[in-house]
């Protein structure tokens, strides 16, 4: 979407049919409509961004089914239990890297451009994050279905609400992501390496690849600050097909916060590189 037609949409709204809401909305619409049309003209990254997650299933689910034995984890057998922990996976590393894409565009001037519009600093970092999520959607969706067949029981309307929320979470994290970028502009590999030794510590503390019942009592209690913990243990409560529990609502809350809370740092960030 050009200038010209965002310039038509705030035309729109000063005109009284949108107030701040409808502006945000239409602003989110225009980012994400610029964004993804990039993603849909090379449909070869999202076929090849399937390969690692499906990895990860076929591989790592049989050696921890291994490792916990025949009666699985709790109620859910070993690959029920390592599915919602896969997709949370994806998640995180897709909106987790939206920042690479801003240092590019840093490079070649295009986000003083960006800037220059009268695009809302909160549409910016709603629309990009959509943008990174919009083909997790697809992925978690395709890996879901490949793990029917192999004795995961799909419940639609409860792998849709863990989407939902996946996508509340990512939008923060990929505002995070959009402001350590501006932080670090200039320095490529500074943002590369404070986000790989963030990622990677949260993955693993989150439980997401092992059950942290088994792990020492520190770990345990460092999990219980670890957002992501929660929308973990939120994503497959929601895969086995529970609505009602305390730990959705918790994921819930999780999710709320870290979006609540990037979007806040994601518009101070800009707000002063704009100056």
């Known amino acids: 979407m050009n200038a010209q037609t965002i310039e038509h949409v705030h035309a729109a709204d000063e005109d009284g049919t949108g ?16 964004e993804i049309v ?34 699985g984890i709790g109620d859910a057998s070993a690959l029920e239990w390592f599915l919602p922990g896969v997709i949370v996976m994806i998640c995180v590393f897709g909106t ?33 994050a959509l943008k990174e999520f919009a083909p997790l959607v697809v992925q978690a969706l395709v890996i879901t279905l490949v793990a029917v067949p ?7 309307a409860h792998v849709l609400v863990g989407i939902l929320l996946l996508g509340v979470f990512g939008i923060g994290l990929g505002a ?3 402001a350590l970028a501006i932080a670090t502009r200039g320095k490529e590999w500074m943002f590369w390496t404070v986000q790989q030794s963030l990622t990677f510590p949260l993955l693993l503390l989150s439980g997401m690849m092992l059950p942290l019942e088994t792990g020492p009592d520190w770990m345990r209690t460092v999990a219980r600050f ?24 918790w994921g819930a809350v999780a999710a709320a916060l870290t979006c609540a809370g990037g979007l806040a740092v994601g518009i101070r960030t800009i707000r002063r590189s704009a100056r």
Do not use: C, K
């Open 38 to 71: 990039v993603v849909l003209r090379d449909p070869f990254s999202l076929v090849f961004s399937l390969l690692q997650p499906l990895v990860f299933l076929a591989l790592f689910a049989p050696l921890l089914g291994g490792m916990v034995g025949g009666d």
């Open 150 to 156: 192999l004795g995961v029981t799909p419940h639609l």
């Open 176 to 178: 995070l992501s959009y």
């Open 226 to 249: 670890n957002p992501l913990t929660y929308i973990v243990d939120a994503e497959r409560e929601l895969f086995m097909g529970t609505f009602a529990s305390s730990t959705v609502l």
């Open 96 to 128: 987790g890297m939206t920042g690479s894409n801003l240092q590019y565009e840093m490079q070649t001037g295009s986000y003083e451009r960006i800037l220059a519009s009268p695009l809302s600093r909160a549409s910016i970092l709603t629309g990009r």
């Open 19 to 34: 107030g701040r809401i409808g502006r945000f909305l239409s602003d989110t619409r225009a980012v994400f409509t610029r």
